[in-house]
């Protein structure tokens, strides 16, 4: 039985205008993520990999194409969702991390893993807890950003990411301020996050991370190509 089709973009294009220059930075891109898939997206720098990844998680708007969410209609077609849409929707299905963890340095580990509670539905102490214990950093609950190794930064990163029970992970460079050891325990979690359902889409440098995915999707100048 085929699981459940989470995201599906058609053609999906972003323009940019420099001047009289038009920059295809995505350009007709046609995707689609199933739940439980670990899909790694490659490419060298500046060929469109990020703006990709904002376009299918909502974040930046395609130029043209359709998109659609949780079976849902965001871009293309008739009618636009309103702001207000747009965030109720990033906040149910995705789950986002990046590379330099944006951790606020003044917040506890506990109180950074429930900031997303603060624009949405709070997660309870025991939710916190139990997401934080499945990635070894329970102990971690009353420390700061500032005394954590980096290892432990991306942990905390990908508990905020995992509290509010997203069905999508979206990862910019996970591992990429990260040493070999440590890039090795966060490949190992995102496995993990999608062997329990989870669809994980990452953009990567890593070659060791993008291996370890269900496929690879290579992007060079705004298009995909056979990786």
Known sequence: ???????????????YRR?????????????????GEMVAVVGPSGSGKTTFLNIIGCLDNPSSGT???????IFGGRGELSEREL??????????IFQKFYLIPTLTV?????????????P??????????????????????????????QRVAIARALVNGPKVI????????LDTRRAEEIREILRDLAG????????THNTGLARSADRILEIRDGKVHAA
């Open 1 to 15: 039985m085929e699981k459940e089709i989470v995201i599906s973009a058609v053609n999906i294009s972003k323009v």
């Open 19 to 35: 001047g009289s220059e038009e920059v295809r930075a995505v350009d007709g891109i046609s995707f689609e993520a199933r739940a």
């Open 67 to 73: 998109l659609q969410v949780g079976g849902r209609r």
């Open 87 to 96: 965030t109720l929707i990033r906040r149910e299905m995705f789950g986002y």
């Open 110 to 122: 506990e109180e950074n893993i429930m900031l997303p509670g603060a624009f949405y539905k709070a």
């Open 124 to 153: 309870g102490a025991r939710e916190v807890y139990g997401v934080m214990k499945s990635l070894g950093i329970e102990r971690r609950l009353r420390h700061f950003p500032g005394e954590l190794s980096g290892g432990e930064m």
């Open 170 to 177: 979206l990862a910019d460079e996970p591992t990429g301020s």
């Open 196 to 203: 329990q359902g989870i669809a994980v889409i990452m953009v």
